[in-house]
């Protein structure tokens, strides 16, 4: 189950995960920080853009800097709004949609519903509604809550030096060190 779903996952985001068996054993536990909770869910609504994603087994070939991988998130009401990914290339044009009907727990933690009927927790350890915001999502192994990936999403690509900074202090103090090679960046988007 969980190695379909990283792979329709990474189908629709467009990378690569070659399903060894590795990077379905290796898989960390969900980390445990707190999500935050002091922000205006209304205004992370709307276009967001995929910069930064850090996965514990990396793909050894995603190769593909032609293309984007943008969201749009819209409001329905007070505890549901859809996330909708898809990618966009010079080469290829627009990319199938991916639609992903999300609950809000409270402003930090969401539930996401996979295309697969599974559901996924989302964290927002940081967010700063007009510039970027971190989001770490886990799923379930073997009852055990996973670590599948987290994401820098950002209102404007490339992000600045600043907020690169910024961001990497704070994924370090989430135990994700910067300097390992288990980030794939978009920086051309
Ligand atoms: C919000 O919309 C969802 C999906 O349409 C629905 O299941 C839920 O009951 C609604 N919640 C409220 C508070 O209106």
Same mark, same amino acid.
């Given at each position: 189950?969980?190695? !379909? ?14 399903? +060894?068996?590795?990077? *379905? ?10 999500? !935050? ?8 609504? &709307?276009?967001?853009?995929? $910069? ?26 007070? +505890? ?5 990914? *898809?990618?966009?290339?010079?080469? *290829?044009?627009?990319?199938?949609? %991916? ?5 809000? #727990?409270?402003? &930090?933690?969401? +539930? ?8 996924? !927790? ?31 999403? +950002?209102?404007? #690509? ?10 990497? $202090?704070?994924?370090?103090? !989430?135990?994700?060190? %910067? ?11």
């Amino acid at each position: 189950m969980l190695k !379909q779903l990283a792979l329709v996952f990474s189908l629709h985001l467009g990378i690569l995960v070659t399903a +060894t068996p590795n990077f *379905y054993s290796t898989m960390k536990t969900c980390p445990s920080f707190k999500s !935050q909770s002091n922000f205006n869910i209304n205004k992370i609504m &709307g276009e967001w853009n995929l $910069a930064m994603l850090f996965i514990d087994e990396p793909p050894e070939e995603h190769e593909d800097d032609s293309s984007c991988i943008k969201g749009n998130f819209k409001k329905i009401n007070s +505890t549901t709004f859809k996330q909708m990914w *898809y990618i966009t290339s010079s080469q *290829y044009g627009y990319g199938a949609i %991916i639609d992903l009907p999300t609950i809000i #727990t409270h402003s &930090g933690d969401w +539930t996401v519903t996979d295309p697969l009927g599974g559901h996924l !927790q989302v964290k927002i350890s940081n967010a700063i509604p007009d510039a970027h915001m971190l989001m770490t999502v886990c799923g379930t192994q073997h009852g055990k809550s996973v670590h599948l990936w987290t994401a820098v999403v +950002t209102r404007k #690509t490339p992000i600045t030096q600043i907020d690169f900074l910024e961001l990497s $202090a704070k994924l370090m103090s !989430q135990g994700f060190n %910067i300097n390992d090679n288990k980030m794939i960046m978009w920086n051309k988007c």
